[in-house]
C-alpha cells in the first residue's frame, strides 16, 4: 500500500482552506468570504498557534448551512479550475506511477478530497463534513482525520508514504519508504522527530 497526502504534499494548497474560500467568493456570500479573509490575518494566526482561536474550526464553521449537493457540485469545479495550476508534480507523478496500489489520506474535508480521488482514480480516506437529515451542512465535522490518519489503515504492508506533516510519523515509522515534503525552516525539526521516532534515514527521501 502507498500512501498519500494532499496538502503540501500532491498540490501546494491548504485544501480545505482554499475550498472554502472560492466556494464563497463563487456563491457570493460575501460576508463570508471576508470572514475567511479575516481569519487568515496576522492576528488570527497569532491567536491560531496560542491555540486561543481555530482557523480551521471557524473556516468550516463558515459552510453552515450550504447544502452538501452544491458543496460536491463545486468541488469537481474547483479541483479542474483552481488545483489544476498547484500540482507538485515529483509526488504527484510517484502516485500516478501505481495507483491501483496508491490511496489518499488526508484531513482535507470530503468534498474535495473525494473529487481529487475520483480526478486522480485511486481511493481516498478524509475528513467528513457533518449534514443534517435535508443534507446541509453544520458546520462541523462528522469524523476527522487530523493527527489520526494512522488509525485508518492497517500498517502492516506499507509500501510508500508521502507526506510533508509531522503528525505522520506513525505512518513513517512503518513504512518502507518515506518522501518527506520539507522546506528550510523545518528540516532541522524533521531530523530530531525521525530521529528521536528510531527512523533509519535511509528509509527517507526529503523533496
Known sequence: MRVFD?????????TTFDFIIEYHKFHRNRLRFVWTQILLSLPFKILNRMKLVSIRRNMIHSLKGESKHELFTF?????DRYLGNKRKQET????????LNS???SASIDPVVIAI?????VKAYSSVLEYNDEGICTGKLDVDLKGI????IAQSNLELVATDNMSDID?????TLSYIITNKSN????????SRNNVDLDKVVFL
Do not use: E, R
Not at 75 to 79: A, G, P, R, T
Not at 149 to 152: E, L, R, V, Y
Open 6 to 14: 494532499v496538502c503540501g504534499t500532491l498540490y501546494a494548497s491548504n
Open 75 to 79: 468541488s469537481q469545479f474547483f479541483v
Open 92 to 99: 504527484m507523478q510517484l502516485l500516478l506511477n501505481d495507483p
Open 103 to 105: 490511496i489518499l489520506m
Open 117 to 121: 480521488s475520483h480526478q486522480l482514480n
Open 149 to 152: 490518519k494512522s488509525n485508518q
Open 171 to 175: 505512518l513513517i515509522k512503518n513504512s
Open 187 to 194: 528540516k532541522n525539526v524533521w531530523l530530531k522527530l525521525l
